[in-house]
C-alpha cells in the first residue's frame, strides 16, 4: 500500500509557487473558521469574499500583463478615481447613465493610452511616466470634482454590486471570474502570452524576433485604461461616492496582488491564475479582518507581513530552481 | 557620459570649453532662477514668513532627496522613505515628549531610521527581492506599526525642548535647519565628487556585472547606501517636525513620491548609473518653487498635483533626449560640405 502510494507520488509533483499560494488561501480560510465559528464557511459569506476587492483584483488582473513586460503602472488607482469622477460629473450635469458610462471608458482608455504612447515611443521608464500621470490623472480628477463629491446615481446602477445570481453569487463575482477567463486564455493560450513573456525577458531578442513590441506595450497600457474604467464603475455600484481619493492606495494594492501571486516584477516571469488566487487571499484577509473586528491599518500589517515572506520565498524558490538547472 | 567616464579613469579634461558649461544642471539653475524671480517679483512672497515657509521647505526636502539620489543612482529605489520618515519623528518627539533635548532624540530618530531602513537593505540585498516591491511591502508594514503606536502615532503639545531647533531663525529669515541641511549637502557634494565610494555607487548602477568583475561587491555597496538612507532620513525627520507642535506621524505618508520627483526633475536617471547630485539640489528647490508659487498665484491646492504630473514628465523627457543625436540631427540639415561624422554614442 505503502509503496503504491510512493509510486504515484513520484511523477512529477513540483512544488510550484502558486500551490503554495493555495495551501495558505485553504489555512487562512481554516484559520478564521476556527476564530469565528465557520461563519466564514458560509456560501453567501464565502462568495462574497470578493466584494472588497473586485475592483482591486480586476486591476491587478492587467496589471500582471504590464509586470510580465517588466513594466508597472503606479497610476491605476487614479485612472479608476479619475473616470469615476467623469461618470459621477456627467451624470449629475447631464442625467444621462448611458452617455455617462461611455465616457467613463472613454476616460480609462485616453488614460492607459496617454501612458502606453509615452512608454512606448519615448525612452521614460514605466515607474516615472505612471508616477507623473499618477499625479497628473488625480489632480484632474480633483480640479474637476473641487470639494463635491458626486453620490446622486439611478437606482438600476446597484444591480453589480447587490444582486446575486441565484441569490448566492454576487454578479461582480462573476464579472470577475469572466474576465480572469478571459485574460488567462490570451495569456497561456496566444501569441500575445507569449509575446508579453518574451519582452519581459530580453526586449531586445523579442524585437529581433519579429515582436512589435510598441504595439503591444502601446496595447496593454490601454487594456489597463479600460479595465480601471470598468473597476470604477463597479466601485460606484458599491459605494455611490466618486471622489479623487478613492484610488490613493489602490495601486499599492493592485501591485501588492500581482506580486504575492507570483509575478516576478522584474519582468519576463508572470502568472495570471496566481494573481487570481492572489486577490482572494486579500479578499479573505479583509473579510476575516472585519469578522474578527480588526481595523483597516492591521489588514495593512498582517498583508506586507505576508507579501515580504512570499517575496522571500519566491526568491528562494527561484534561486532552488536555478541550482537545479544549473547543475 | 564622457566626462564622467574620464573622471573615472581618472584621465584629467579641464580644457575650458564653453559649450561644456552650458549644461543640464545650468539649464535646470537657469529655469529654476528664472521661476524664483517671478514669484519675488509678482507675489508676496518675499516677506519674512512666506521665505522662512520655503526653506523650512527646501530643508527636509533636501536632505531627503539626497538620501533617495545614492539610493536611486545603484539603480534601485526606496518607496518607504515617507512612512519611515514618519516613524523617526514619532520616536524623535516621543523622546522629546520625555522632557530630553535635541543631543537625545536626534540619535533616536537616526537610530531609527537606520534600523528600519536596514531592514529594507537586508531584505534586498540578502533575499534578492527587488527593491519596488520590497518596499511596497515595507510600506505596507510601516502604516500597520502607525496604528499600534500609543494614541495612533500622535504626539501633541511638545514643549520648546522639541520646537526650537525648527523655530530658531537666524535674521529672523534664514532658518537653522535650512543650515543644516547644506551642511550636508556640501559634504554630500564633497564626498559625491571625491571618495572612491561614490564612484562604486556609480559602478554598481551603471552596471552591476560589470561592477562585480571589477571587484566591487554590489550587495555590500546598496547595503551600505540603504544604512546611509536611514541616517539621513531621520535627520529629514526631525528638519521636517522640529518647526510643528503636533507629531501626526502618518502625514508623510506619500511624501516620497516628492522625494522622487525632485530626483528624477534633477536629472538622475531611475534606472541607475546617471546622475549628479547638484542637479537633485536644483530640482529640489524647484519643486518647491513649484508648490509655493501653486499657493501664491491663487490656484487651489489640487491644481498642484496635475502641474506636478506635467513637470515630472516635461523633465524626465528633456534627461532621456539624446542631445548628441538631436545635434546630429540638426548638423544633417547643413549643406553636406560642413558636416562632420558622428563620434561616440551616448
Known amino acids: 500500500m505503502e509503496k503504491r502510494v510512493e509510486v504515484s507520488k513520484k511523477p512529477k509533483f513540483t512544488v510550484t509557487y502558486q500551490k503554495i499560494l493555495v495551501v495558505l488561501l485553504i489555512g487562512l480560510i481554516a484559520l478564521f473558521a476556527l476564530l469565528e465559528e465557520g461563519i466564514i464557511l458560509k456560501p453567501s459569506v464565502l462568495f462574497g469574499l470578493t466584494e472588497n476587492v473586485v475592483e482591486v483584483g480586476l486591476m491587478a488582473l492587467a496589471l500582471t500583463f504590464i509586470i510580465t513586460t517588466g513594466g508597472i503602472d503606479l497610476s491605476v488607482g487614479s485612472t479608476m478615481a479619475l473616470s469615476a469622477v467623469i461618470l459621477g460629473w456627467t451624470y449629475e450635469t447631464t442625467n444621462n447613465i448611458a452617455l455617462a458610462i461611455v465616457l467613463c471608458i472613454l476616460t480609462g482608455l485616453a488614460c492607459g493610452a496617454l501612458n502606453g504612447l509615452i512608454i512606448a515611443k519615448t525612452k521614460i521608464a514605466p515607474l516615472v511616466t505612471t508616477l507623473a500621470t499618477m499625479s497628473l490623472y488625480y489632480g484632474i480628477a480633483k480640479i474637476i470634482s473641487g470639494t463635491k463629491i458626486f453620490s446622486t446615481y439611478p437606482e438600476g446602477f446597484k444591480f453589480l454590486a447587490f444582486r446575486r445570481l441565484f441569490n448566492i453569487i454576487p454578479y461582480q463575482f462573476v464579472l470577475f471570474v469572466v474576465v480572469f477567463v478571459l485574460f488567462a486564455v490570451f495569456f497561456y493560450r496566444s501569441n500575445i502570452g507569449r509575446y508579453l513573456r518574451s519582452i519581459g525577458y530580453r526586449e531586445k531578442a523579442a524585437k529581433f524576433m519579429g515582436v512589435g513590441v510598441e504595439s503591444v506595450k502601446f496595447g496593454i497600457y490601454t487594456l489597463t485604461g479600460l479595465v480601471c474604467s470598468i473597476a470604477s464603475i463597479i466601485y460606484l455600484s458599491r459605494l455611490p461616492a466618486a471622489k479623487p481619493d478613492i484610488g490613493l492606495n489602490l495601486n499599492l494594492e493592485a501591485i501588492t496582488a500581482v506580486v504575492l501571486g507570483g509575478t516576478s516584477i522584474m519582468g519576463g516571469i508572470g502568472s495570471v491564475t496566481g494573481t487570481f488566487i492572489a486577490v482572494l487571499v486579500l479578499g479573505v484577509l479583509r473579510k476575516g479582518m472585519q469578522l474578527i473586528r480588526l481595523g483597516g491599518d492591521v489588514y495593512n500589517f498582517i498583508l506586507g507581513i505576508i507579501l515580504v515572506i512570499c517575496l522571500i520565498s519566491f526568491s528562494y524558490l527561484d534561486s532552488m530552481e536555478k541550482k537545479r538547472s544549473g547543475g | ?346
Open chain 2, 1 to 346: 557620459m564622457m566626462a564622467k567616464v574620464s573622471r573615472i579613469q581618472g584621465v584629467s579634461n579641464r580644457r575650458f570649453n564653453p559649450a561644456k558649461i552650458f549644461n543640464r544642471e545650468m539649464v535646470l539653475g537657469i529655469f529654476t532662477l528664472i521661476a524664483f524671480i517671478i514669484l519675488y517679483a509678482f507675489t508676496n512672497f518675499k516677506t519674512e514668513a512666506g521665505l522662512t515657509t520655503f526653506l523650512k521647505d527646501v530643508s527636509y526636502l533636501m536632505t531627503a532627496s539626497i538620501a533617495l539620489t545614492l539610493i536611486i543612482l545603484t539603480g534601485n529605489i526606496d518607496i518607504s522613505a515617507g512612512t519611515m520618515m514618519g516613524l523617526c519623528g514619532y520616536a524623535a518627539a516621543y523622546i522629546a515628549k520625555m522632557g530630553y533635548g535635541f543631543h537625545i532624540y536626534i540619535p533616536v530618530a537616526i537610530a531609527v531610521g537606520v534600523g528600519l531602513a536596514g531592514l529594507n537593505g537586508v531584505i534586498i540585498t540578502r533575499f534578492k527581492v527587488p527593491s519596488v516591491v520590497a518596499t511596497l511591502a515595507m510600506i505596507n508594514v510601516h502604516l500597520g506599526l502607525f496604528i499600534l503606536l500609543p494614541q495612533g502615532g500622535w504626539v501633541e503639545n511638545l514643549k520648546s525642548n522639541f520646537s526650537f531647533l525648527g523655530t530658531t531663525t537666524i535674521l529672523r529669515i534664514v532658518p537653522v535647519i535650512l543650515l543644516i541641511s547644506l551642511a550636508i549637502l556640501a559634504f554630500f557634494l564633497w564626498f559625491m565628487k571625491y571618495s572612491r565610494f561614490s564612484k562604486k555607487i556609480y559602478a554598481v548602477g551603471g552596471n552591476s556585472h560589470g561592477a562585480v568583475l571589477a571587484g566591487i561587491n554590489p550587495d555590500s555597496v546598496v547595503m551600505k547606501l540603504y544604512l546611509l538612507e536611514g541616517v539621513l532620513i531621520g535627520i529629514s525627520a526631525v528638519l521636517f517636525y522640529t518647526p510643528k507642535t503636533v507629531v501626526q506621524s502618518n502625514s508623510t505618508y506619500g511624501m516620497e513620491m516628492l522625494f522622487i520627483t525632485a530626483v528624477v526633475v534633477g536629472g538622475t536617471s531611475i534606472m541607475g548609473g546617471k546622475g549628479k547630485l547638484m542637479g537633485t539640489a536644483i530640482g529640489v528647490i524647484l519643486v518647491c518653487i513649484i508648490n509655493r508659487a501653486m499657493i501664491f498665484f491663487g490656484f487651489q491646492d489640487y491644481y498642484s498635483y496635475a502641474v506636478q504630473g506635467v513637470i515630472i514628465l516635461i523633465a524626465v523627457l528633456f534627461t532621456v533626449t539624446d542631445f548628441k543625436e538631436l545635434k546630429h540631427g540638426m548638423r544633417k540639415m547643413l549643406p553636406s560640405n560642413q558636416r562632420t561624422d558622428r563620434r561616440g554614442n551616448s
